[in-house]
């Protein structure tokens, strides 16, 4: 039952994920009025370029490649009889079908803006300046740790695994792990959350949603396991493309225990 909700967020994101042509088509409008170099940045120049009788100028990137439909074979057959013998064998090349396909294109005026842009995926990426994630999203975290019937914090950890609902709703299932101490004794503190993840700037991101949570107390054999939430806030300090380094601080609340973790994150959103 606890894997369910780490899995159920993959369930869900794997028929609704908001990948391919379903994020081209926002990723498509958002490049309206970007710079012709900053495609050429991503795209490379294009194959073909074609004046307009407005003025403008269509651009085709192309992709040039080869399709094999069929591989090379033969066959070999031996007849042997009392008076004689019959041997047959016949070779066969494959073949291989040249392919040319446009991955994208652009409607470009004469000052280098980008007027219209089609792709059928996300071929160009997405435009600077756009808060917007697409497809998978996963990361883990450690810090210090602290559980409100321990004495001090301790190192702790926790991941999660989802993906994308729209450009900035993202649905993950978490899993969260506490250390701490009371004394001589060691307490911990685990959760499992399924939750709604949220990017109301490119840098900053917060979380809610719903979790069972374990308590270990301080006296042998009293864990508990009890209904609660789970919250997060997160700072990236660095991002490159998809690859984020958060400063990050997660918490869990029960209705018989409290817990959190300061600390940093390697996220891949």
């Known amino acids: 039952m606890r894997l369910h909700l780490l899995t159920l967020a993959c369930l869900v994101t794997t028929t609704a994920c908001y990948t391919g042509t379903r994020a081209a088509h926002d990723v498509n409008l958002a490049w309206r009025g970007h710079a012709r170099v900053e495609l050429e940045a991503q795209l490379g120049a294009p194959r073909v ?13 192309t992709h040039r490649g ?6 090379p074979g033969g066959g070999f057959k031996l007849d042997v009889t009392p008076t004689s013998f019959d041997v047959r064998a016949e070779v066969h090349a494959g073949t291989v ?11 470009i005026d004469p000052n280098g803006t980008v007027l ?3 792709s059928g995926w996300l071929a160009a990426g997405i435009p600077r300046g756009l808060n917007a994630r697409t497809g998978v999203i996963f990361g883990l975290h450690g810090g210090a740790g602290r559980l409100d019937d321990a004495s001090g914090p301790m190192p702790s ?8 609902l729209t450009a900035r709703v993202g649905l993950l299932g978490a899993y969260a792990f506490v250390n701490g101490r009371n004394g001589d004794d060691f307490v911990q503190g685990h959760s499992w959350g ?6 109301p700037t490119a840098r900053l ?5 719903p979790a069972m949570v374990i308590d270990t107390d301080p006296m042998p054999g009293n864990a508990a396991l009890a209904p609660g939430g789970i919250g997060a806030v997160s700072f990236a300090m660095v991002r490159a ?7 990050r601080f997660d918490t869990t609340v029960s209705t018989s225990s409290a817990f959190g973790t300061l600390g940093i994150g390697v996220n891949v959103n």
């Open 49 to 61: 370029t074609t004046a307009q009788p407005d003025g403008t100028t269509l651009a085709r990137w």
């Open 157 to 164: 950890l926790g991941l999660y695994i989802g993906g994308m």
């Open 116 to 118: 219209a842009f089609d």
């Open 205 to 209: 991101n917060v979380r809610a949603g």
């Open 241 to 247: 493309g998809s690859f984020v380094l958060d400063l």
């Open 66 to 71: 080869h399709n094999v439909t069929s591989l």
């Open 194 to 199: 399924l939750a709604v993840q949220y990017w």
């Open 97 to 107: 079908q040249a392919v040319e396909y446009d991955i994208a294109t652009a409607v």
